[in-house]
């Protein structure tokens, strides 16, 4: 498995941030830790907006600081400066082009690409049965014998990549609502303190243009 590159760190940061500002109620946050499906991918989904709206927001930001030409005619005299500005824009904008689409570090390991046509194709027909799906599989995709599949294998398939898909959510809600009781406890904050001191676009920027 690769290490965590830069991008997967930054995203962790923003979700423990997300995390925070969607602080659960004791009723949810108690669903989320004894596994309530339900719950732990309503709670993922919001912190997935969080992150998804600070870095449309930091962008908006990033693209405003390129076209304000005023700022950089000041700074024309202050090479050093100019260069610290603009290198940290650009690695802002790109930081959130790769975040907001996510763009991985390293190119992705894909352990069941069969598993993800079954499901496009489930996704695609949704009133079939599994017979009928490993029969559209295969017109489709099985170029050799060897390759063909039938309804057990095609529900089997199904079934698996959905439990990845919900495995991950759990990991990521687990991880961000750790970070972020981590957070307020090292900050000695409440929740009503910590909602006003989210950071701001620009807070945003800093943390994505770092290491």
Known sequence: MPQKGVLQKKREQLEALGAISARPDPELARLITEGDSQAI???????????????????????????????????????????????????????????????????????APRDQTIDEL?????????????????????????????????????????NRGFKYQQEIVSRSMNAAESSLKTADLSDEEVLPRLPRPQDILELLSGK
């Not at 709670?43 to 030409?69: D, F, G, N």
């Not at 559209?136 to 089997?156: G, L, M, W």
């Open 41 to 111: 991918r309503a709670h993922y989904q919001v912190i997935q907006h969080w992150v998804s709206q600070i870095l449309a927001m930091t962008l908006r930001k990033c693209v405003q600081t390129l076209e304000h030409q005023e700022t950089w005619a000041k700074m024309s005299g202050r090479p050093a400066e100019f260069n610290v500005l603009l290198d940290k824009t650009l690695k802002g904008i790109e930081r959130c082009l790769k975040l907001i689409h996510q763009i991985p570090d390293h190119r992705p390991i894909t352990e």
């Open 122 to 162: 489930r996704q695609e027909f949704p009133e079939a049965t599994w017979g009928e799906i490993a029969i559209k599989y295969n017109a489709r995709f099985a170029k050799e014998a060897s390759d063909q599949i039938d309804a057990k294998i095609a529900h089997q398939a199904v079934t698996r990549l959905r």
